[in-house]
């Protein structure tokens, strides 16, 4: 164990030498009550036994088109050798990072009524944005994601200490069950699946394209798979698809002509601040785990004024 990995117990063991049982979820999935924001009781129900929640118009068709022309916009103006720039193999964008602090509108995608007090009930206060990216999946050339759990990740590579993070996936075009959606494994969350494989150094060079450490294997795929089935988020661009921190999801390649691009927006609670890593030797960089963090506070609407 390197000097920066935690000496604490650790209640999410992964990135081991064998396979253990897997753990049960400590934490609750949902933080708030139906007083506390946009959700009724229902959909926090929903929430809370699926792992996921699929709002539509969350962003309004008017704000598409410039959303759409920004994302154009930073792929031609950011360096090729942006760090902050994934690359297919073929050499298409496949990821944009920390676009919220490129762009004033994906920026104001982070404040709007639909976004920022779903978070905030989901989390059960104030929240910072861990992680934000678009994900192009580009037509013909998209190469999916393989299955895996995003906390899995945050938690041995980022220190992130409990399941209190949610991610907001918001489709920029066209979600369709061909061009690479996102499926989802319903309840998955709620189980914590240690993976086998010691964290290589450096490993979101590679990680962020295909992902071999730190994903489930398929006996445990399978089983999870004859439990709950799997959904998939489809919808049109303005569709919000929301999920929690340890949802097994994945997704497949497009090879069709129908680009599916989604802004993904990772909150966190400010009381789970990341620490040192739990199973990798050094901490990953600013744009992939914020760490200079600061509150998104109220939404601008409730935002006390004077
Ligand atoms: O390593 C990460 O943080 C990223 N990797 C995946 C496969 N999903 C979450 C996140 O974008
Ligand atoms: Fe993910």
Not at 164 to 183: D, K, Q
Not at 232 to 258: K, V, Y
Request: with cysteine; net charge negative; hydrophobic share 40%.
């Amino acid at each position: 164990m390197s000097a920066l990995q935690q000496q604490v117990h650790d209640p999410y063991p992964t990135r081991l030498e064998h396979a253990i049982t897997p753990i049960e979820r400590i934490e609750p999935t949902v933080w708030g009550d139906d007083g506390s924001g946009p959700l009724g009781a229902a959909e926090l129900n929903d929430f809370a036994a699926q792992g996921y929640l699929v709002r539509p118009d969350t962003v309004d068709s008017d704000a598409l088109g410039p959303l759409g022309n920004e994302l154009e916009r930073l792929a031609a103006e950011l360096d090729s050798d942006d760090p902050r720039v994934i690359r297919e193999p073929g050499g298409s964008i496949r990821s944009i990072f920390a676009p919220h602090l490129l762009s004033t509108l994906v920026a104001g995608v982070v404040q709007l009524d639909t976004v920022l007090p779903v978070a905030r009930q989901l989390l059960g206060g104030d929240v910072y944005i861990h992680q934000a990216r678009i994900n192009l999946m580009p037509a013909f050339t998209g190469t999916g994601f393989y299955w895996h759990s995003d906390f899995e990740t945050w938690h041995a590579e980022d220190g992130m200490p409990q399941m209190r993070a949610v991610s907001c996936s918001i489709a920029l075009t066209e979600n369709y069950p061909y061009n690479g959606s996102l499926m989802v494994i319903p309840g998955s969350h709620r189980t914590f699946y240690p993976c086998v494989g010691a964290t290589p150094d450096n490993h979101h060079s590679s990680s962020l394209v295909a992902q071999r450490f730190g994903v489930p294997d398929q006996n445990t795929l399978t089983k999870a798979v004859d439990a709950d089935g799997i959904d998939q988020f489809t919808g049109p661009a303005g569709s919000a698809l929301w999920f929690d921190c340890n949802l097994l999801h994945g997704s497949g390649s497009n090879i069709t002509p129908l680009p599916r691009s989604n802004v993904f927006l990772v909150f966190n609670s400010v009381d789970n601040q990341l620490g040192a890593p739990y199973a990798a030797a050094g901490i990953r960089p600013e744009y992939l785990a914020a760490r200079r963090t600061r509150s998104l506070g109220l939404p601008a609407s409730r935002a006390q004024c004077c």
